[in-house]
């Protein structure tokens, strides 16, 4: 158990800068309303939702409370005081003063108990890693959703820049070699013009859009937008081993699973689940055999003018009730928690194997749409060099060449936004605290 100890202590490290931010309040914040907002970092929105986000403060409590339970479940019954009468009348009688009853707790049952309480609150700091991890995992999806919008707002912004450069060339050549049906070559390009425009002011919606979820995500939704985050990544791509042999890609995949369930807190809450369960087991089990309650008093006879002592054996007789139903309902209970870990493993598993699928499949896409927007690019520059200087084309073929090269950028964008948000899964699967390395903060 010393690693789950070690743990216990980085728990209880997260739960006290938690409560110490819950209680700095929103000084950390940046004023909301009209005052220009700060450019953020992956690393700036993450430390706002480990010191602002309810959920950790939440996991905090539970702690405490688990502590309190752990706590009283040791706790050994009170004593009993009681003071009583019997026959009295006008010759006064037979008082009892006092008689003290005390119940002794036999077959380790506070033992039992005290150890189902504290494999409790083991769960409870394994819990709120797994929950640190979960928060943080959501807050690096967010960002990158924020990035891909913001990087697909950018392109669209350049390529109505590159349009209406376009359409303005494609007038002044008309004036000097006009041609038949002329006027209707502007209005191709408005067109396109036009189209490219209304995709950028959708691309600028879910710019706030994307952003307002990652402020709720972050546990701050009043949180200023701003015009836009720090971005280190956009040229490179995340770095987890993909081998384009099948084999070799398999291999990756399975050094990361097996990391994943060795050290995931959800693989360590379910083994010790069975922990509790075996001492769950062990107290219904202690619960068959009885509890002894032994009094003891003084009693004063006024009736025959006598001191007297007074004492109680009280035994429960375990004739009807042995506590059968509860000790196998506590060794089902062993069976299935014996059973979860395997279902956990294999639910983490499955969700690496998603992440991983999917981070593979869009890395390539990215890959592919990285090397078709060069080539695209090249062929608008070219179509465009010959419509304009020769007349060779046609005003369609630039504009289809233009289309060419927007969807390419705008298909990188998507495919490399959706990769760096399955590596966020992937990085919050293996725990890795400092993922994606170096550039997360601002210059």
Not at 309 to 334: D, K, M, S, T, W
Not at 374 to 390: D, N, P, R, S
Not at 401 to 426: C, N, P, V, Y
């Amino acid at each position: 158990m010393n690693a789950i100890r070690s743990l216990f202590w980085f728990a209880v490290l997260l739960g006290s800068t938690a409560m110490l931010a819950a209680q700095q309040g929103s000084e950390t914040l940046p004023a909301p309303g009209g005052l220009p907002a700060q450019t953020y970092s992956l690393d700036d929105l993450i430390q706002i939702a480990l010191k602002q986000h309810p959920v950790l403060s939440q996991a905090q409590f539970e702690i405490e409370a688990a502590q309190g339970r752990a706590l009283q479940a040791g706790k050994y019954p009170n004593p009993t005081l009681t003071i009583g009468g019997e026959e009295v009348g006008p010759r006064g009688g037979i008082h009892t003063l006092p008689l003290i009853s005390q119940e002794i707790v036999t077959a380790k049952k506070l033992q039992w108990a005290r150890a189902v309480a504290e494999r409790e609150l083991d769960q409870t700091f394994l819990a709120l890693v797994s929950t640190r991890f979960g928060l943080i995992t959501e807050v690096r999806r967010g960002f990158f959703e924020v990035l891909a919008t913001q990087r697909r707002r950018d392109a669209l912004q350049a390529r109505v820049k590159e349009v209406t450069k376009t359409l303005e060339q494609a007038k002044k050549l008309l004036k000097v070699l006009p041609e038949e049906g002329a006027e209707v070559v502007p209005l191709a390009f408005q067109y396109e013009l036009d189209r490219i425009g209304l995709e950028l002011t959708t691309s600028q919606r879910e710019y706030v859009a994307a952003w307002n979820r990652l402020a709720a995500t972050a546990g701050v939704p009043s949180l200023a937008i701003p015009a836009s985050v720090a971005d280190p990544w956009l040229d490179r791509l995340p770095g987890f081993a993909v081998d384009p042999e099948p084999l070799k890609s398999q291999q990756q995949l399975a050094r990361l699973r097996d990391q994943i369930v060795q050290t995931h807190p959800a693989v360590r809450i379910a083994q010790v689940g069975i922990a509790k369960a075996e001492a769950t087991l062990g107290r219904e089990r202690a619960q068959a055999v009885p509890n002894v309650t032994l009094a003891g008093g003084y009693q004063r006879n006024l009736n025959d003018r006598e001191h007297q002592a007074i004492y109680q054996v009280g035994v429960p007789l375990p004739i009807f009730n042995r506590n059968q139903g509860n000790i196998r309902a506590a060794q089902a209970e062993l069976g299935r928690a014996v059973a979860e870990v395997s279902r956990v493993q294999i639910d983490l598993s499955n969700r690496l194997a998603s992440a991983y699928g999917q981070f593979a499949t869009a890395k390539l896409r990215a890959e592919q749409f990285d090397s078709l927007r060069k080539t695209t690019k090249k062929l608008y520059e070219a179509t465009k060099t010959a419509y304009f200087t020769g007349g060779k084309l046609s005003n369609l073929q630039v504009i289809q060449a233009q289309r060419q090269m927007i969807d390419a950028d705008l298909e990188f964008t998507r495919a490399w936004g959706e990769a760096w948000k399955a590596a966020s899964d992937i990085a919050g699967l293996i725990l890795d605290e400092d993922w994606p390395g170096l550039g997360n903060r601002k210059e």
